[in-house]
T-cell receptor, first 114, second 116 residues
């Protein structure tokens, strides 16, 4: 079965600095999709960024980018120029090509220090 | 466009009671998913509807949980009778086209269920 591991339960970053959240996964599939979701204290979970496994180029969305290492099964999220509004719980998620369900990690709580 | 909504936002019940959670997906989304997060654990899949049909219910913990999606619109998740281990946050998500490369699941804010 697919598993997603987020080894950092909590992280903190100084405002305007850069932080990287780690995520590893285990799968036997060759084609799949990876996601980072953000859940602010208000609790609405929002999609931050998505990566298709067949694409070698790392996805980027403004200040958010990923470092996708397919061979290592690693999918880290880099947040540049951190802002107070980035404070949230971040979940890494995997979706295979043979099913619709998402597999999530346990989440990383990010604190942004002013 | 309205997002996925869930009701109630919080529910506190006693062991043995019944609770019904509701999810309204984004209009036009045929796919609806239920997930649950127990405190400190990962978010786990419960089941997937395509319109009113259950496509995959492999994540449902036991027969105390009953999910319905009448008419392919909103969905309810009933827990009867509730046990202590059912406490957690129940998330609902919807997507327009399952398994498409552009498919993204949009999540609701969740219902926090506490069973005392």
């Amino acid at each position: 079965a697919q598993t997603v591991t987020q080894s950092q339960p909590e992280m903190s970053v100084q405002e305007a600095e850069t932080v990287t959240l780690s995520c590893t996964y285990d799968t036997s599939e060759s084609d799949y999709y990876l996601f980072w979701y953000k859940q602010p204290p208000s609790r609405q979970m929002i999609l931050v960024i998505r990566q298709e496994a067949y694409k070698q180029q790392n996805a980027t969305e403004n200040r958010f980018s990923v470092n996708f290492q397919k061979a290592a099964k690693s999918f880290s999220l880099k947040i540049s120029d951190s802002q107070l509004g980035d404070a949230a719980m971040y979940f890494c998620a995997y979706r295979g090509n043979t099913g619709n369900q998402f597999y999530f990690g346990t989440g990383t709580s990010l604190t942004v220090i002013p | 466009e309205a997002g996925v909504t869930q009701f109630p936002s919080h529910s506190v019940i006693e062991k043995g009671q019944t609770v019904t959670l509701r999810c309204d997906p984004i209009s036009g989304h045929d796919n609806l998913y239920w997930y649950r997060r127990v405190m400190g654990k990962e978010i786990k899949f419960l089941l997937h509807f395509v319109k009113e049909s259950k496509q995959d219910e492999s994540g449902m913990p036991n027969n105390r949980f009953l999910a319905e999606r009448t008419g392919g619109t909103y969905s309810t998740l009933k827990v009867q009778p509730a046990e202590l281990e059912d406490s957690g946050v129940y998330f609902c998500a919807s997507s327009q086209v399952a398994r498409a490369t552009t498919d993204t699941q949009y999540f609701g804010p969740g219902t926090r269920l506490t069973v005392l």
